[in-house]
């Protein structure tokens, strides 16, 4: 067993959390449930909950998850041809009985490096609802969402998935603090009745990054497919374990007065 019985924290406004990590797709959700086995206090935030870890595929059929995955473990004690909706219902169960990891359905919109009285440096992200979350550190794990555009046929939605909104104020706020951002594409299937279909979005340019670290922002780091490069299943999950066993390290150092450079 892994972690405490009980939640490690009971979030009030102001609450200082390890990491929050925006978006709850494959490598947010997988990311956020390393971290909570290893001690941590977790935020997981998702413009909607419903849709947590959705497969860009109608059944987990043919499907490979690196081992020791949280996804793996969900899809092992599944049927082989699952449909996409059972995956999600069983997947977010195992990811709300995980002890401190707070599910949180919000939309961010900024994020601000700021230093807080006593506790060191911190991120501020703020959101459409309006409340304000702090966070050690933060991670970006939005997948297809900024500045995301979907297309179905002859018709343009602000979207980075269907019935999803795309974060274009997120998007906003990071090209406003210098970072350059460039266009990706990728292309779905649809799942069940919904129609194929392409998506246009943004991640920012190779010389932004350092490996997962955003260069302009201390405290931020990017994961999954809102970064540049081809990336699979198999790859996110991966590059989640890692930043995972990163972040932690980057947490000792700073409790210790500095982030881990």
């Known amino acids: 067993m ?11 406004p102001g609450h200082l959390y390890d990491v929050a990590v925006v978006g709850a797709g494959l490598a947010g959700t997988e990311l956020a449930w390393r971290l ?39 899809r092992a004690a599944l049927h082989p041809d699952t449909d996409g909706w059972t995956f999600h219902r069983h997947l977010k169960a195992r990811v709300e009985e995980t002890a401190g990891i707070h599910l949180l ?12 009285p006593n506790e060191g440096g911190q991120i501020v992200l703020s959101t459409w609802e309006g409340p304000k979350l702090h966070a050690r550190l933060c991670v970006l794990a939005v997948g297809a969402f900024l500045k995301g555009r979907l297309l179905v046929g002859d018709t343009m939605d602000e979207a980075g998935r269907l019935s999803e909104v795309a ?25 069940g009745v919904e129609p194929p279909y392409e998506v246009r979005f943004l991640t920012p340019a190779p010389t932004e990054l350092d490996g997962f670290r955003v ?47």
């Not at 997981?44 to 995955?69: E, R, W």
């Not at 359905?105 to 807080?116: F, I, K, N, R």
């Not at 210098?178 to 594409?185: A, F, K, P, T, Y």
């Open 36 to 74: 909570a086995r290893a001690g941590r206090d977790v935020l997981l935030v998702s413009q909607a909950l419903d849709h947590l870890g959705n497969l860009y595929q109608p059944t987990t059929q043919g499907v490979t998850f690196p081992p020791g995955s949280l996804f793996e473990e969900v």
């Open 2 to 12: 892994f972690g405490p019985v009980s939640p490690r924290s009971r979030p009030q």
């Open 105 to 116: 359905q919000s939309t961010v919109t900024t994020l601000d490096e700021e230093t807080a």
């Open 167 to 191: 974060y274009d104020f997120l998007a906003d706020d990071l090209t406003a603090s210098g970072i350059w951002l460039i266009g990706n594409e990728r292309r779905a299937e649809g799942e």
């Open 215 to 261: 260069n302009r922002l201390e405290r931020v780091r990017m994961l999954g497919q809102c970064t540049p490069g081809e990336h699979t299943y198999d790859s996110v999950l991966r590059d989640a374990a890692r930043l995972a066993d990163d972040l932690l390290a980057d947490l000792l150092t700073d409790l210790n007065g500095e982030v881990g450079a």
